[in-house]
């Protein structure tokens, strides 16, 4: 299963409010229909192209299901991987069944009209975007989606809308986590990588990986400063400066379950993941949990919520727990709200395999 | 005049010198053959006496039912053109349609891809794997006959017969020897070619024979002139179609038949072929042979057909291969039987079809794997009176593993008004439809399920049709007829569960059908109408899960509620204008009808003059297609083309 990144946007969001911040001084208040609220990204049905964004006011229950058709009268035309903003421009990941097709979408932040876009050969099979400063780091499969021997992350200028520099990844580049200058490259859980890769933003260089145990998914920086990493059933806690595993905690999955959705709490002090699994009938089953980041082992004995979801997120603004929930690719999905307690809030229909939120 | 169009325009103005100046030099060539042959062809021809052959299908005891034929000069117009074009230009069927030369699929009544049945001389050819057919690899170059049958046809024409039937047939000639070669140019670098060659000669006092050879050749390079339209790609694809049809009929003066049918055809799609990774390619290859043999009352026919399926992705040279054979032989034998008293006989055809299946493909559980099918049917017709014409329709299947339902069916068409200038029938039947399971929904690697149970569901419908024989100085023809369709166990692969097959669903399609023909002959004008339009509310009915409430009596996917369709022509001595429209609403995309593909009408134009001389005939004819440019999308959410051109030059000869 796909899995989002959240903390990626949270960073995205921490410099593009630090950015507008500052610019707020001279500028005038942003116009717009979606200036503040929640956006989703939908992956769609693969071979139907039908992902797409959809945004609600934080107090509302019904969304816009597609404000890229709003906007523009025509639809992105793949499926949404994922979406970040900075300033006041939006940059949305669009996946498309056949190759070639595939594309980086820029859009104006708070109107959501086109703005351009970047296809291929440039971008090929997109999977995450991350925006330092005036740089967007994209990861991406490249062609070869058997043995992920293509892949890349493509660095965009954000001014000139143009890919500057492709940094060549191997076994399928996937899940980014950005901090002091260095951007960790995950890979997918389709490959067969095992190292955490790192670029140096400065340079826009790989440096030396982390060797790990097996296929790595960053999943952001807590509040001690330290990175934490899944890898298989196994949470690795590593120290940014050594690069050294600090710790190992083992995530009981017994050996059938996967581990996915990984999201840090708006504190960075606890993170929730979800664990799921297929009986033989190819029916999902699974419950989402939540362990702090000084626990000594995850414990799994009680669930935070007794469901498993298709994406996860947290709002940094109120600290409410958005899981994405998809019945089927062939029917819409939905946003659902819980507090960080597990209480359920309440739910809002989106567009169709709901797996990424991005909050503004 | 905006720039692009003034680029399409030029375009297909140099593609039409470019054409012409071609088809100058190909029908001279052609010519100086002809004209040999016929030297030849003359000396030997002798005049043969009318030898009806029996048809493949036993329409007559599908009373009840709607059936429409489409006419040979139909066919001929759109000689170089797939299967699709025709049905959607005469008939309500909509298509789930990925692109120009992509697959295309079949809804029929409100029912999905696997509910059509496709018959190619009786014997159903949907792909035993996909339990359905690709409408795009069926050339109208295949067949001679054409004709569509509506609605639930299970105890006749067997399983997948329940949306309606697609019936094909091969028709022995009526001439001694007739040819026919001829070309079609169309925009983005595509083209088509076909000959046909029909003879026939005595034998002897008792017997005569008869046959076609066809060829076909089709090259779509969909050389778009611009990659997109309204900002949605059209996709990069090509599409090569060949093949061949031998149909060879030994007819005798004592009732007996003796024929051989074998259609091979090869179709093979790429997507993004200059794109070396990311291509994909899927061809299509059967192999469809038959005898028949018939002698008096007693038919036997025995059949073999081979469907290769290769499929790749990047590199081409090893694709995923699988093959499926099918044997199949059939029995049947017609009877009078005599009720007594002054009560006409009844006719009665009872017989048995068996079946072996076995099948190599590469994402089965295991391989081959086989299966046998037997069925065995008795078919009645009754007319007890001038008015009223009865069929009392049994069947059962026997497959390996399973038994699919006893299927009865019973149709009844009674002469409200029958007057010589006016005629007014009812017509109505109920029958029990089923679909057996196909070998990709029973053995596929983890997702099939060899306990799926067979789809079974009731069919009722209900007609009027009536005939003016001196409306406006021609024949007019309308029908009204209203079905009720209800399935159960409707099988369906599960994007809940990964996409495993599951018997979830009970649907219920109905609806209603509206047809009109016209034709209206004063000397040298002939002018005609064929006119339809459908209501098809096709929905799902039972629940399934925590979400299915957002599903439950919405449309299903891919089934436009409202389809309509017009040809008109005027012809004056040999030129013909023919104007065809073509309209579908939305599409649903998703189960719970929250995304769509917006509606559309297509109007083509076609005008074509036949040049005679002596015996020989060239027809020239040119096409618009899409006239107005109308921008709509396929189900890939890529967008078709706009306006395109077609010019064909068909070149034939008759020795009668």
């Known amino acids: ?360 | 005049m905006h720039p692009k169009n003034r680029k399409i325009t030029a375009n297909s103005l140099r593609f039409s010198v470019f054409t012409i100046l071609r088809f100058v030099r190909y029908s001279i060539l052609w010519a100086s053959f002809a004209f040999t042959v016929t030297a030849y062809a003359q000396k030997d021809s002798i005049a043969l006496d009318p030898v009806t052959v029996k048809g493949f299908v036993p329409q007559k005891f599908m009373s009840g039912l709607k059936i429409q034929r489409i006419d040979s000069a139909s066919l001929t117009q759109v000689r170089y053109q797939n299967i699709g074009d025709v049905l959607s230009a005469y008939t309500p069927i909509a298509f789930k349609n990925y692109g120009p030369g992509q697959l295309s699929t079949a809804s029929f009544r409100g029912t999905s891809a696997n509910h059509t049945a496709v018959l190619w001389n009786g014997l159903n050819i949907n792909a035993p794997t996909l339990g359905q057919t690709d409408f795009s690899t069926i050339p109208v170059a295949g067949f001679d006959q054409l004709s569509v049958q509506y609605g639930s046809a299970a105890s006749v024409v067997g399983s997948d017969a329940v949306g309606g039937s697609i019936l094909l047939e091969s028709r022995a000639s009526a001439t001694p020897f007739h040819v026919s070669d001829g070309r079609q140019r169309e925009s983005f670098r595509n083209h088509q070619s076909r000959t046909d060659v029909r003879y026939a000669a005595r034998l002897s006092d008792q017997w005569a024979f008869s046959g076609k050879t066809a060829l076909y050749n089709g090259r779509m390079n969909n050389d778009y002139p611009k990659p997109t339209r309204n900002t949605y790609a059209l996709l990069p694809t090509e599409t090569f179609q060949k093949g061949i049809v031998q149909d060879l009929f030994l007819l005798s003066r004592n009732d007996q038949e003796i024929s051989v049918h074998a259609w091979l055809t090869d179709n093979k799609l790429t997507l993004t072929p200059d794109d070396v990774q990311g291509r994909e390619m899927t061809r299509t290859t059967a192999y469809r042979t038959m005898v028949r043999y018939q002698v008096r009352t007693l038919t036997l026919r025995t059949a073999w057909v081979r469907d290769i399926i290769d499929y790749a992705k990047g590199d081409l040279a090893n694709p995923d291969h699988s093959v499926t054979d099918k044997f199949s032989s059939r029995i049947e034998k017609d009877f009078t039987l005599n009720i007594g008293g002054d009560l006409n006989p009844v006719a009665v055809k009872t017989g048995g079809e068996w079946t072996h299946y076995r099948s190599r493909v590469p994402g089965y559980a295991r391989s081959p794997v086989s299966e046998n099918r037997t069925d065995f049917f008795l078919l009645t017709r009754w007319q007890p009176t001038a008015r009223v014409t009865t069929s009392f329709n049994l069947r059962q299947g026997l497959v390996t593993g399973f038994n699919p339902p006893f299927t009865p069916s019973v149709g009844l068409e009674y002469g409200l008004i029958q007057k010589t200038l006016y005629n007014l029938v009812a017509k109505g039947s109920y029958g029990r439809s089923y679909r057996v399971p196909t070998l990709n929904e029973r053995y596929w690697k983890d997702l099939g399920n060899p306990d799926i149970r067979p789809e079974t569901g009731w069919n009722k419908e209900i007609g009027l049709e009536q005939t003016f024989k001196a409306a406006f100085g021609g024949t007019l023809r309308t029908s009204a007829t209203f079905y009720h369709n209800r399935i159960k166990d409707w099988t369906y692969w599960n994007p809940t569960r990964n996409y495993r097959v599951e018997n979830l669903q009970q649907v219920l399609a109905r609806g209603i059908e509206l047809q009109l023909n016209y034709q209206h002959q004063t000397g040298p004008w002939r002018t005609g109408l064929e006119a339809g339009y459908a209501f098809n509310k096709s929905s799902q009915e039972k629940a399934y899960d925590n979400y299915s409430q957002d599903i439950i009596g919405k449309q299903l996917v891919y089934v436009p509620e409202h389809t309509a369709n017009a040809n008109a022509f005027v012809q004056f001595k040999s030129t013909k204008l023919t104007g065809q429209l073509q309209a579908a609403s939305k599409r649903y995309t998703t189960f719970d009808n929250s995304q769509f593909l917006d509606g559309y009408g297509l109007l083509n134009l076609l005008a074509e003059h036949t040049f005679a001389f002596y015996k020989f005939k060239l027809v020239l004819q040119g096409q618009v297609r899409n006239i107005t440019d109308t921008f709509y999308l396929n189900v890939r959410n890529n967008a078709m083309p706009g306006r395109s051109f077609a010019l064909s030059l068909t070149f034939s000869y008759d020795s009668q």
């Not at chain 1, 939908?42 to 992902?51: A, T």
């Not at chain 1, 899940?175 to 140096?200: E, S």
Request: one cysteine or more; a negative charge.
């Open chain 1, 1 to 360: 299963m796909k899995m989002k990144r959240q903390l990626a946007s949270s960073l995205a969001i921490a410099f593009s409010t630090l950015a507008i911040w500052s610019c707020n001084q001279s500028d005038p208040a942003p116009k717009g229909d979606y200036i503040s609220g929640v956006f989703v990204s939908n992956e769609g049905n693969f071979q139907d192209n039908n992902g797409g964004i959809s945004y609600f006011a934080r107090e509302s229950t019904t969304a816009d299901a597609d404000i890229f058709a709003a906007a523009n009268g025509t639809a992105l035309k793949g499926g949404v991987q994922d979406y970040a903003a900075s300033e006041e421009q939006g940059i949305i990941l669009v996946d498309n069944s056949v190759t070639g097709q595939d594309k980086v979408q820029f859009v104006h932040r708070y109107t959501f009209k086109d703005e351009g876009t970047i296809g291929a050969p440039d971008i090929e099979n997109p999977r995450e975007v991350v925006i330092v400063g005036r740089k967007a780091y994209v990861s991406c499969w490249g062609t070869d989606v058997d043995k992920y021997s293509t892949g890349y992350i493509a660095v965009i200028d954000l001014t000139t809308k143009k890919v500057t520099k492709k940094i060549n990844v191997s076994d399928g580049p996937e899940n980014l986590t950005y901090a002091n200058a260095k951007l960790y490259v995950g890979t997918t859980q389709w490959g067969v990588g095992n190292k955490l890769a790192i670029i140096n933003t400065n340079s826009d260089e790989a440096t030396s990986p982390i060797a790990t145990p097996g296929i790595a998914n960053p999943v952001g920086i807590d509040a001690n400063g330290k990175l934490w990493v899944n890898v298989g059933d196994k949470m690795l806690r590593i120290n940014t400066e050594t690069n050294a595993t600090e710790a190992t905690l083992p995530i009981a999955t017994g050996g059938t379950k996967t581990a996915g959705n990984f999201t840090l709490s708006n504190d960075l002090k606890s993170i929730f993941f979800v664990l799921s699994w297929y009986d033989s009938a190819f029916k999902e089953h699974g419950a989402t949990y939540k362990f702090s980041i000084s626990d000594t082992q995850i414990a799994m004995v009680t669930p935070l919520i007794p469901r498993p979801f298709y994406g996860l997120a947290v709002d940094p603004s109120q600290g409410l727990l958005y899981a994405g929930v998809s019945p089927s690719y062939k029917q819409a999905g939905y946003a659902v709200r819980y507090r960080a307690d597990g209480s359920l809030v309440d739910s809002v229909k989106v567009g169709i395999a709901p797996s990424g939120f991005f909050f503004q």
